[in-house]
């Protein structure tokens, strides 16, 4: 029984009872095995039981199907089950779905026919390409600066954030963390593939180092999401940043395979006095779970000390909007046609009056009407807009 629980832990996922008593018959001498029969009862075993290290799953499975439960690992927040490696149980006819698996990020494939000396040396070899990949990363995070970013490590971030907390409960004074993240990232990953992500996060991060100040610290948080620690910065003054940091993403020109990525990110903000906290640890992850919520409520927001989720950014100025459409870039103006046409309509009236043109007024108000922002009971913000729209082209 002791050497039962030492063995490596792993989950059988499937929903035919031949095809798990085949697994676990070839697997039970050298793997505990814990079984669920759809994706659905997998994926809460996976986010509770912490000891298991791999998935074997089958591509057809009832409630939650295979693709579902390895798009959700993928797309997990929890490195565990990111990193996690899945044995997907394919038909060798069935192509298609076994290219999907491999884009959404399949460790490997077997078919149901597959002997019981392949099977293992295949759970074998992916137990041990994970375990070495789990302990460079701990090899990695003992470093001050992680080598492929050159910013510091999760772990040297929550030492400098205690290193600032300390001074500032010294000097009666304050600190923030602000975590950010680009939005829809298991989206990216999987139109685009993993290597996505880095190239994203190294364009990130040199947007941030323009922006922070000398004193305050850049480092990871968790995947492709970064913090940074504020000494002696107010968390409205961080909320400034976050939107100023929005703007420029969203007018950033990030393009890949020739195709410009339409970006978004979200802030999640946490402050040491404000939420009364005075562990780097609970100021950090505070500010990640405000980042969780901000993506939760539609991504392109903030979530601060007030608890609020912010709006959307405002619509662009006139001035802003044209240099947009000098420089090609029409899709960050077109969602804010009927603002920036309200708000041009009194120059078009006067160019109709001094100038006889001949233009539709009347068809321009009633078309920039139609597509006015309809209200929005979550907030109220979206509704105050769309009154404001109205009266402004009514006039």
């Given at each position: 029984?002791?050497?039962?629980?030492?063995?490596?832990?792993?989950?059988?996922?499937?929903g035919?009872?031949?095809?798990?008593?085949?697994?676990?018959?070839?697997?039970?001498?050298?793997?505990?095995?814990?079984?669920?029969?759809?994706?659905?009862?997998?994926?809460?075993?996976?986010?509770?039981?912490?000891?298991?290290?791999?998935?074997?799953?089958?591509?057809?499975?009832?409630?939650?199907?295979?693709?579902?439960l390895?798009?959700?690992?993928r797309?997990?927040?929890?490195a565990?089950?990111?990193?996690?490696?899945?044995?997907?149980?394919?038909?060798?006819?069935?192509?298609?779905?076994?290219?999907?698996?491999?884009?959404?990020?399949?460790?490997?494939?077997?078919?149901?026919?597959?002997?019981?000396?392949e099977l293992?040396?295949?759970v074998?070899?992916?137990?041990?390409?994970?375990?070495?990949?789990?302990?460079?990363?701990?090899?990695?995070?003992?470093?001050?600066?992680?080598?492929?970013?050159?910013?510091?490590?999760?772990?040297?971030?929550?030492?400098?954030?205690?290193?600032?907390?300390?001074?500032?409960?010294?000097?009666?004074?304050?600190?923030?963390?602000?975590?950010?993240?680009?939005?829809?990232?298991?989206?990216?990953?999987?139109?685009?593939?993993?290597?996505?992500?880095?190239?994203?996060?190294?364009?990130?991060?040199?947007?941030?180092?323009?922006?922070?100040?000398?004193?305050?610290s850049?480092?990871?948080?968790?995947?492709?999401q970064l913090?940074?620690?504020?000494?002696?910065?107010?968390?409205?003054?961080?909320?400034?940043?976050?939107?100023?940091?929005?703007?420029?993403?969203?007018?950033?020109?990030?393009?890949?395979?020739?195709?410009?990525?339409?970006?978004?990110?979200?802030?999640?903000?946490?402050?040491?006095?404000?939420?009364?906290?005075?562990?780097a640890?609970?100021?950090?992850e505070?500010?990640?779970?405000?980042?969780?919520t901000?993506?939760?409520?539609?991504?392109?927001?903030?979530?601060?000390?007030?608890?609020?989720?912010?709006?959307?950014?405002?619509?662009?100025t006139?001035?802003?909007?044209?240099?947009?459409?000098?420089?090609?870039?029409?899709?960050?103006?077109?969602?804010?046609?009927?603002?920036?046409?309200?708000k041009?309509?009194?120059?078009?009236?006067l160019?109709?009056?001094?100038?006889?043109?001949?233009?539709?007024?009347?068809?321009?108000?009633?078309?920039?009407?139609?597509?006015?922002?309809?209200?929005?009971?979550?907030?109220?913000k979206?509704?105050?807009?769309?009154?404001?729209?109205?009266?402004?082209?009514?006039?």
């Amino acid at each position: 029984m002791d050497n039962q629980e030492e063995l490596p832990r792993i989950l059988v996922v499937g929903g035919s009872r031949v095809t798990r008593s085949t697994l676990i018959k070839h697997l039970r001498e050298s793997y505990d095995i814990r079984e669920e029969t759809d994706g659905e009862a997998a994926w809460q075993v996976l986010m509770l039981d912490y000891s298991i290290e791999l998935v074997i799953c089958s591509m057809l499975l009832p409630v939650l199907d295979g693709e579902g439960l390895l798009k959700r690992m993928r797309a997990s927040r929890l490195a565990r089950l990111d990193q996690m490696p899945v044995l997907m149980i394919s038909s060798d006819d069935d192509e298609e779905a076994i290219e999907r698996a491999k884009s959404l990020g399949a460790s490997d494939f077997v078919s149901r026919g597959t002997g019981g000396a392949e099977l293992l040396a295949r759970v074998d070899s992916l137990l041990k390409l994970s375990r070495a990949q789990n302990q460079l990363k701990e090899n990695i995070e003992q470093h001050v600066q992680n080598p492929e970013t050159g910013i510091f490590t999760r772990k040297y971030i929550e030492q400098r954030a205690l290193q600032a907390l300390s001074h500032a409960m010294h000097q009666g004074n304050e600190v923030s963390a602000i975590v950010m993240g680009f939005d829809n990232v298991g989206a990216l990953r999987e139109e685009y593939g993993p290597q996505i992500l880095k190239q994203l996060q190294k364009r990130f991060i040199s947007i941030l180092s323009g922006k922070i100040r000398k004193k305050d610290s850049l480092g990871h948080f968790i995947g492709s999401q970064l913090v940074v620690i504020s000494p002696g910065t107010s968390y409205s003054a961080c909320e400034a940043f976050g939107n100023r940091l929005r703007e420029a993403i969203r007018i950033a020109n990030i393009s890949v395979q020739g195709h410009r990525l339409n970006l978004s990110v979200s802030v999640g903000i946490s402050n040491s006095p404000a939420d009364g906290v005075s562990s780097a640890h609970a100021l950090i992850e505070l500010a990640g779970i405000r980042l969780n919520t901000a993506q939760q409520s539609g991504g392109d927001r903030i979530v601060s000390c007030d608890a609020k989720v912010s709006a959307p950014l405002p619509p662009p100025t006139l001035e802003r909007a044209i240099s947009f459409l000098r420089s090609g870039k029409e899709e960050l103006v077109t969602p804010f046609l009927p603002e920036l046409g309200g708000k041009l309509l009194p120059l078009l009236k006067l160019m109709e009056r001094e100038l006889a043109l001949g233009l539709p007024l009347e068809n321009i108000r009633k078309r920039l009407l139609a597509m006015r922002p309809k209200s929005s009971n979550s907030t109220g913000k979206t509704a105050g807009r769309a009154d404001k729209l109205v009266k402004h082209i009514d006039q």
